[in-house]
């Protein structure tokens, strides 16, 4: 029988590796992905994944029997990439499109291999409007990036945000919303692009 979350972290936190690397292949993945949209960046990704993943391990004790793993796990990635934050001073960004370490994902094209036809400007449009929604993302404010982050790309819903946030659902609310309005001021009018 497959344990949940919170019966590996305990599994974990009495001596049990094994559990513990369940839940790196759990959420390695996801956090990483967290990590990369708040920073922008991948090397701080992966040192802030790493950071993140050694701080679960060495705070397991402090993790709460009645508590769930996932939001605490992103609470401590979010406080890492934080302090981070405090210290450079500056928000990550997302390179451009011309730099050889982003290139347009291979799968931007997958449609033209499979016989169903493909337009390669419309591929290479949607990809352009990725990276400037990516873009566009790095540019709010740290709060706001991180409360639309933990909403829209990993699906928590507001009452997981708010706890990863240490704040109340009606603070994550106004966030979104702000965010939301920013990004629609800063992004292109859907169509607008061709």
Not at 129 to 145: G, M, S
Request: aromatic share 8%; glycine share 4%; with cysteine.
């Amino acid at each position: 029988m497959e344990r949940n979350d919170e019966q590996l972290m305990d599994a974990h936190i009495r001596g049990d590796d094994s559990a513990f690397s369940e839940l790196i292949i759990r959420y390695a993945h996801a956090l990483f992905g967290y990590l990369l949209r708040l920073t922008g960046q991948r090397q701080d990704a992966e040192d802030l994944l790493q950071e993140t993943l050694l701080r679960i391990h060495h705070k397991a004790h402090t993790f709460k029997s009645n508590a769930r793993f996932k939001p605490w796990a992103f609470t401590i990635a979010t406080n890492i990439a934080n302090d981070r934050f405090r210290k450079q001073k500056r928000i990550g960004y997302i390179q451009s499109l011309d730099d050889p370490d982003h290139p347009i994902p291979e799968t931007a094209f997958e449609d033209c291999n499979n016989g169903t036809g493909c337009n390669p400007v419309a591929t290479i449009i949607k990809s352009e409007l990725k990276e400037q929604v990516l873009h566009a993302i790095q540019t709010l404010p740290t709060q706001q990036r991180t409360a639309l982050v933990l909403a829209y790309y990993h699906d928590l819903p507001y009452r997981d945000v708010a706890e990863v946030m240490n704040c109340s659902v009606g603070t994550v609310k106004t966030h979104m919303s702000r965010a939301l309005h920013k990004l629609a001021d800063i992004l292109p009018v859907p169509g607008s692009e061709l």
